[in-house]
C-alpha cells in the first residue's frame, strides 16, 4: 500500500516532464496532487485500522506516527500545488517565469513531495537518505529564480544542511553500532521496530553520543537555535508555495527523525539528559527568534523566524514530557504546518502584488485586498497563539505540561517569549493590514485559486482551535504511545 | 575477530597515510593540489575497505570497496577538475586562515578528537585509532569549510567529512547494510552534482565563487 | 414617630435657622469691625440687605441657561435639607435617620457643586475664576474635613450626629482629650476655607484677585442674590453649629419642653457668638493668603486630623 | 473577549494613532492573558482539574508560597485587564480610538468581568485569608483612584477623560474590595459583606453613568465632530435634551447626594468606617486614611465632571462646530434616557437594590447582613452598629419641599426676570467666548498643586509677519507627561528593543559564521557530555 503512495508523486513528476503547454502542466500536477491526498489518507485509514503496516522486506513501515506525518505532508502538499498553479500562472503572465521553468518547477515539486513522503515512511538509515534528498531537491527549487539572493540562499542552505546531516549520519552510525553489538549482524538493525524493542540495553554513552550528533545533524533541518542561520534566508528567497512547504513540512520531518531518536535514546541514556538537552535547544530557539521578529523589516523573514520560534516550542514540549506535553507538541506540528503554510500563501498574494518583501512599502492591505488582508490578519492571531485558535490550545497543552512536570522557569519563560514575539508580529502587521493603502495598488484581489487554498487551510486553522476530532484526538493518541 | 584484522600493521598504515592526505589538503594554496590530495585520500580509503572485505569475507564490503574507488577515486575528482577548467576560476583558494596557523589548528583537532575517543573508552584499543581518525578527518573536514572562502573548497570539506564517516563506519561496524551503503554514495554523488550545478549558478550570477560575496541577506 | 411633635420641631428647626443666619453674619461683621476699632454696620444689617435686594428688579445674563435660574434653588434646598440633619437646639433629631456626618457634608458638596456651575453659565472670566478656584478650595477641604469627622466617629462609634453629641454630652468634661481638641482645631481651619473666611477668602471684597465666593455669585442680583445671600448665611450658621454642638454639646435640650429648648438656643447663640467671635480674631489678624500656599495650610488640617486618630488608638491604647 | 474588542477599537484604522492604541491594547491585555493563565496553571497545579471545582478545590491545598504567587499573578492579569494604575496605559489610548458606544461598552461592561473575576479568584478559589492580600489591593485601588481623576482632570479630550475616570472608578471598587478582604482575613465576614455589597454597588453604579456619559460624548461628537473640550460650549442651548441627560451623569458620577454615586460612595466611606470596630491598630489606622483619599477622589471628581460640563456645556459656544451642533437624535436619547432614569433610581430607591446585592455577597464571604441593613424606617440603609442610617429618598423629598419655598418667593413679587444685558466685563463692550474660562485654565490650580506628578510641558511659538518686532500669531501648546509611560514603559520597551539589535548581529550573512556556530554547539556538547552530563 505504501508504494502507490510513493509511485503517486514520481508519477505526476514524470508527467509533468513530458507535458508541453501550461494547461497539460497544471492539470498533471493537479491530477497527481489529490491522488497523493488520497492515497495519504487511506494510508492513515489503514495505519488506525491495523496500527503498523511494514512492507517490502521491512524497508518501507508505518506506524501511527509516521500516518501523520504522511498526513500532514499530503494535506499541505495538494494546497500547495492548488496555490502554486495560481501563483506560477500569476509568475508566468508577468514574465518573471516562462514554460521551460515552469515545467522544470513541477517535476522538482512533486520530487519534493516524494522524498518528504519517503521520510515518513522509511525505516531507520532509509530517514537519513530521505532527508538527505529533500535538502538537493529543495536546494534546485530555490534556484528556479536566477536572483541573487535566492542563489545565496541556496548556496548557504546546501552547505550547512550537508554538515548538518553529515552529523546525522554519524550519529546513525554510532546507533547501528550500539544495536550490532545487540541484534547481531542481521540486516534489520537499523528498523525502528526491532530498535525499540532492545533499546534499553544499548551501551548509554555511545547512546549519549549518538544522541548529540542526530540532535544537531537533524536539528540543523529541523531550524534549532545555533543551527537555524540558514532558514531565514532559504525561506525567505524560495518561491511561496515551495517556502510554505519547506517551513510547514520540511521542519516537521526532521523533528519527526529527531523524535524518533528521541524515543531510542531515553531509554538507556534515562530521560534526563535528553529532555534537558531538547529543552535547553527550544528555549534558545524561542530567545533567538525574539529579537529577529521585534526588528524585522522583510516579512517573509519573519514568518520563516517564527517558524524557528514554533520549531523551538515543538521541542519544548517534547522536551517537558508527560502526556500532555507530547500531546501538545504532536498537535502544534499540526496547526503549526496549516497556520504556517496559511501565512506564506498570504506573504505570496502580497508579493505577487506590491513586488516588495519591504514592511514599510505595504500597507492598506485589508482596504486593497480585503480577503487576504482578513485571512493575513486571522493567521496572524492564529500564529501567534491568541485564544479562538488552535495553535493556543496547543501551547496551553505544553504550558500546562511544562507546569505539571515541574520545569517551572522554562514555562516562565516561554510565555515571556510568546508574549514579545506577540508584540513584534502583530506591530509589524498591523502596519501592513492597516491604514490607506499606498498609491498605484489598485483595490481587487489576486486570483482565485489562490484564495480557495487558503480556505482550506482557514477551515483547519479555525476548527482544530475550538474541537478536536475524536478520529484526529485518538490518532495524537497512538502517535504519544509510541514517543513516550 | 577484529584484533586480527585490525592488528595488521597495513591498516595502520593505510589510516596513517589517510590522515597525511588530510594535512595535504590543509597545507596546499591551489585546486588542483587539494583534488588530487582527495583522490588518492579516496583511494586508501577503498584499500582499508577492501582489507577489511577481504578478512571479513563479505561480499557486500568488496562491492562497497570498488563503489569507493569508482565514484570516490575516480569520478568525483573528475567533475571537479571539470568544474574548475569550465569556470576558469583562478587557480589558488584564498584562506581566512593561511596555511601554517591552518595546519597548527589541524593538529590540535587530531589530538582533541584521539582524546575524545580515549575517554569513551568503549572499543579495543586499534579501532579506537580509525575511529579517532574519522573524527578528526571529520573535524577538519568541518574546518576547511570554515577557514576556506572559495566555495569548491567547502563543497571538498564536506566530501572529507564524508570520507571520515565511511572510515568510522567501516572502523566500527564493517560497513552499514548494502541497501544503505548504496543509499549513501547514491546521495554523495547527487550532492556533488547538484553542488556542482549551485557552483556554475554562482558564477554565472555573481561573476566569481568567492563566498565573501555571499554576504547580502542579514538579520 | 412621625407625631405631631417632631413636626412641630422641624418646622421650628427651619424657622430658627432663616432667622438666625443673617443675626450672626451680622454680629461677625460688627465684633471685626469692633476688633478695626470702627463702629461698623449694625447687627441687623443683613435682614435689611435681604429686604432691599427681595425688592430690586433682576438683571441677567443674556447667554445664560437654565441652571443660572435654578442654582440658588437648589442649593438654598441642600444647605437647609443640611440643617435639618444637625441637633442645633434639640439632641436626638426626628429626621437624624435621613443621614449622618457624610451625608452633611456631601450636601454641602451639592451646593458647591451648583453654585460653581452657575457661575460658569455667564461666561465671564470672572465666574470661571470664581468657580475653579472654589473646587481647588473644595477638593482640599473634603478629605480634611473626613478625616475629622472620623476622628469623631471613632471615638463614639457612629457618624450619627445626634447620636454624636448625645455622647458626647454624657461623656460630661471627660470628652475633652487631647484628640477632641485636634480636631476641634483640624474642623476650624476647615470652617474657615469653607465659610470663605479671610485666609482663604476675603468675603468683603469685589477684587477679582482675592475674592473666590463672591466672584461665583456675581452675575446674580434682585432676588436671586438675596437667596444666594441667604443660603451662604444659612451654611455659615450650619457650619458653626456643628462646629458647636459637636465638639460641646452641652446645653443642648434632651427632651421636648418649652423651658429646655429656650435655655438650649440661648446656650446655642453664646456659643455660635464665642465661635463668631473666634472667627472675627483669626479675619482681623491674618491677612488673606495666595491661593497656591493654601494647600498648605489645609494640609496642617490634614495633618492635625490624622494625628487625632492616631492618638485617638494610642489613647486607648487598643 | 480582548481579541474581538480588539477590532472593535481598531475600527476606523485609517488614523495612524487608532491603529496605535490598538497595538498597545492588545499587547497589554496580551499581557494580561499570559499572567492569567499562569496563576490558572498555579491554581490547577495541583487537582489538575482547569474547571472552577479544580480551582476551588486545590484552592486550600496549596502550600502558602503557590498561593500568594496565584495571587499575585492573578492581580496583575486582572489588573491589566481592568486597568489599575501600573498597568492602565492602555486605556486612555483604547477608549478615544473605538466608537463611542464601543467604548461604552468596554468601560461599562468589559472592565468589570475583570473585576468579577477577582472577586472569584480571591474570595472563591484562594479562600482570601492572608490579610496582606487585602492591603495590597486596597493600596492599588487608592493609587488607581488618584491618579485617575488626576489624568482626567487636566485631560482636555473628553473620551480620553472619560477613559480616565474609568480607572478611578475601578480604583473605588476596588477600595471597598480591598476593605472587605481585610475584614474577612480579620475574622469579621459582616463587615466585609457590606464592603463587598458597596464594592459591587459602586460597580453596577459605574456601568451605568459611564455608559450615559459615553453615550453622551459621542453624541456630542456626532454633532460637533470634536472631541477637544477647549472647541466646545454653550451646547446647552443648542442641545438642551441630551444637555440635561449628561447633567444627571455627571452629577451620579459626583456622588452627589439624590443621585447613584453618592449612595455607593456613602456605602463605601461607611465600610472603610466600619474599620473602629475590629481589633487590630495597623487596620485603624489604614482605613482611615484610605477613606481620606476616598474623599479627595470625591472631590476631584466633582470638580473633573463640573470642567467638563461647565467648560462643554454652558455660556457661549468656542468654536463654530459647536455653534452650528444640533440635538442629539432620538435613538440617542432614548438611550441615555433609559440610563438616566436608571442611575435616579439607583440613587434614590438603594435599599431594594440591596437585598440583591447581599444575596451574592452572601456565596463568597459567607454571611448575608440584607435584613440587618435595610430594617429601620423603610428606604433607609442602617449600618449594625451606632444607629448609622441614611435614606436617600426621604433627602430627596426634603430637597423637593425645600426648592418650593426660594421658588414661591420668587414667583411671589414682580416679574420673573428684570431685563436682559450682556455679561458683567468690567465694562469692555463687546463680551465674546475669547473671553470665557478655558478647561486648561479651570484645572490649573490643580495642575499647579501636583505639578511635578504632571510635569507640565509647554511651548509658545510666535508667527512672525513682517518684521522680527510685530508678532503676527501665538501658537501655544501644553501637554501633561504621563509619568507611567515615560518612567516605566518606555524605558523597559527601549532596552528589549536595544538588546534585540545586539542580538541582530549574528545573523552577519557569511556562510563561515554559520558552520562556525555549528562547530561550537558541538564542541561544547561534546564537553557537556564528557564532564558526565546528566
Known sequence: MIEYLLLAPVLTGIVCFFSKTRKQVETASMVGSTATLLLGLVLVWQVYKYDIIITWQNALFADAFSAFIVLIVSIVGFVASLYSIGYMGHELDHGAMDLKRLRLYYVLFHGFMFTMLLVGVTNNLGLWIAIEMTTLVSALLMILYSKKSSVEAAWKYMIICTVGITFALFGTILTYYGAVNILGETGDALNWTSLIAVADQFDPTIMKLAFIFILIGYGTKAGLAPMHTWLPDAHSEAPTPVSALLSGVLLNCAMYGIIRFYTIATKSTGVAFTSNLLIIFGLLSLGIAVPFILLQEDYKRMLAYSSVEHMGIIALGIGFGGVFGVFGAILHMFNHAMTKSLMFFGAGNVLLKHETKEIFNVSGLVKSMPVTGAMFVIGTLAITGSPPFSIFISEFTILAAGFSQGHYVATVLFLLFIIMIFAGFFNNVSKMAFGTPKQGIEKGDVGRL?????????????VLGVYIPPFFYEMIMKVVEIVR | MEEIVFGSNIMQLLIALILVSTFMILGSTRLYSCVRAFGIQSFLLACVAGIVAFSTGKIDIYIVAFLTLAIKAALIPYIFIYIIREIKVKREIDLYVNISPSLIIGGILVVISYYLIRSINLITELSSFALSASMSLVSIGLFIMISRKKAIMQMLGILIMENGLFLGAISLTYGMPLLVELGIFFDVLIGVLIMGILIFRINKTFETIDTDMLKTLIG | MFTLSSLGIVIFQVIIIVALAPLLSGMIKKIKAFFQIRKGPSIFQPYYDIAKLMRKDSVVSENVSWIFHAAPLISFAAILTAGLLIPIYISDMPLGFAGDLIAVVYLLALARFF???????????????????????????????????????????????????????????????????????????????????????????HLELTMIHEAMILEYSGKQLAIVELTAMMKQLLVFSLLANIFFPWGIASEINAAGIALALVVFIIKIVILGAGMALVETSTAKWRLFRLPDLLSVSLMLSFLAIVSFIIVRGV | MSVISYFLVVYEHEKPETRKAGFIYIVMTHIGTGFILLSFLILAGGSGGFGFEGFRASGPTMLPLFK??????????????????????????????????????????????????????????????????????????????ILGI????????????????????????????????????????????????????HL????????????????????????????????????????????????????????SGFVSEWLTFQSLLLSFSSGDSLVRIVLP?????????????????????????????????????????????????????????????????IPFLDRITGTFTGTSIGQSISSGFPGTITMPAGQISMSAPSLFVFMLVFLSIPLMVQLMKGKKHGAVYETWGCGQPVSTARNEYTGTAFSKPVQIWFKNLYRPARELRAAYSVSPLIKQSFKFESRIGQVFENYLYIPVTGYILSKSRMIKFIQTGSIHAYLAYIFGTLVILFMFVIMGGK
Not at chain 3, 191 to 197: C, F
Not at chain 4, 75 to 101: D, E, M, T
Not at chain 4, 159 to 175: D, P, Q, T, V, W
Open chain 1, 450 to 462: 489562490m484564495l480557495v487554498a487558503m480556505g482550506i487551510l482557514i477551515v483547519f486553522v479555525v
Open chain 4, 68 to 145: 500568594d504567587l496565584a495571587f499575585l499573578f492573578a492581580l496583575i492579569g486582572f489588573g491589566a485587564k481592568a486597568g489599575i494604575v501600573p498597568l492602565h496605559i492602555w486605556l486612555p489610548y483604547a477608549h478615544p480610538a473605538a466608537p463611542s458606544n464601543v467604548s461604552a461598552l468596554m468601560s461599562g461592561v468589559m472592565i468589570k468581568t475583570a473585576i468579577y473575576m477577582f472577586i472569584r479568584v480571591f474570595f472563591d478559589f484562594l479562600g482570601a485569608g492572608v490579610l496582606w492580600w487585602g492591603f495590597l489591593v486596597l493600596a492599588a485601588g487608592a493609587l488607581s483612584a
Open chain 3, 115 to 205: 453654585t460653581a456651575l452657575a457661575s460658569l453659565d455667564a461666561g465671564s472670566s470672572f465666574g470661571g475664576m470664581g468657580g475653579s478656584r472654589e473646587m481647588f478650595v473644595a477638593s482640599m477641604v473634603e478629605p480634611a474635613l473626613m478625616l475629622s469627622i472620623f476622628a469623631i466617629a471613632l471615638n463614639v462609634g457612629s457618624t450619627n450626629l445626634s447620636f454624636i453629641s448625645q455622647a458626647v454630652s454624657s461623656m460630661g468634661l471627660a470628652a475633652v482629650s487631647p484628640y477632641h481638641i485636634l480636631a476641634f482645631v483640624a474642623l476650624f481651619i476647615i470652617a474657615i476655607a469653607e465659610t470663605g473666611r479671610i485666609p482663604v477668602d476675603n468675603p468683603a471684597t
Open chain 4, 204 to 259: 453596577f453604579n459605574h456601568s451605568v453613568f459611564k455608559g450615559l456619559l459615553f453615550m453622551g460624548a459621542g453624541s456630542i461628537i456626532f454633532s460637533t465632530h470634536t472631541q477637544n473640550l477647549e472647541k466646545l460650549g454653550g451646547l446647552i442651548k443648542k442641545m438642551p435634551l441630551m444637555a440635561i441627560l449628561f447633567l444627571i451623569g455627571v452629577l451620579s458620577i459626583s456622588a452627589l447626594p439624590p443621585f
Open chain 4, 289 to 353: 486614611a484610605s477613606a481620606a483619599v476616598l474623599a479627595l477622589t470625591g472631590a476631584l471628581a466633582a470638580f473633573c465632571f463640573l470642567k467638563a460640563f461647565g467648560i462643554g456645556f454652558l455660556a457661549l459656544s468656542r468654536s463654530e462646530h459647536a455653534e452650528h451642533a444640533k440635538d442629539a437624535n432620538r435613538p440617542m436619547l432614548l438611550g441615555m434616557g433609559i440610563f438616566a432614569v436608571l442611575s435616579i433610581l439607583l440613587g434614590i430607591l438603594p435599599v431594594y437594590v
Open chain 4, 150 to 201: 488626576l489624568y482626567a482632570l487636566v485631560e482636555p479630550d473628553i473620551k480620553r477623560m472619560l477613559a480616565f475616570s474609568s480607572i478611578e472608578n475601578i480604583g473605588i471598587i476596588l477600595l471597598g474590595l480591598g476593605a472587605s478582604m481585610i475584614f474577612y482575613a480579620n475574622g469579621s465576614p459582616a463587615l466585609s459583606a457590606i464592603a463587598a455589597i458597596a464594592a459591587l454597588y
